[in-house]
């Protein structure tokens, strides 16, 4: 089943505060996900399924998913600090060190 996309407002704020490549790489798990159910997806909450996390390397988008109408909600988006390869510490997504 695929899913319709719903971009809420504060999502497309979000996004934009999100480095490009970054940005990029979110929207494009995101769609993947409406279109074939495929991506590394958590609940957020045990008590309700339809809260759903969707991660990639340096961001995370938070979706409510509507099952009866079929749609995907995008409610917030967010970059997020990603290990650094070859040491110890973090980074955030949007540095070049």
Not at 3 to 26: E, F, K, N, Y
Not at 40 to 54: G, Y
Request: proline share 7%; glycine share 8%.
């Amino acid at each position: 089943m695929s899913w319709t996309l719903v971009w809420g407002p504060v999502a497309i704020r979000d996004v934009q505060h999100i480095p490009w490549q970054v940005a990029a790489r979110l929207c494009a798990a995101v769609t993947r996900l409406a279109e074939t159910n495929r991506g590394q997806v958590e609940r957020v909450s045990p008590l309700d399924p339809r809260r759903l996390m969707l991660v990639v390397p340096g961001a995370v988008a938070y979706l409510l998913l509507d099952v009866d109408s079929g749609v995907l909600h995008v409610q917030r988006m967010f970059a997020r600090a990603v290990p650094q390869t070859g040491g110890s510490g973090w980074r955030s997504p949007g540095s070049r060190w």
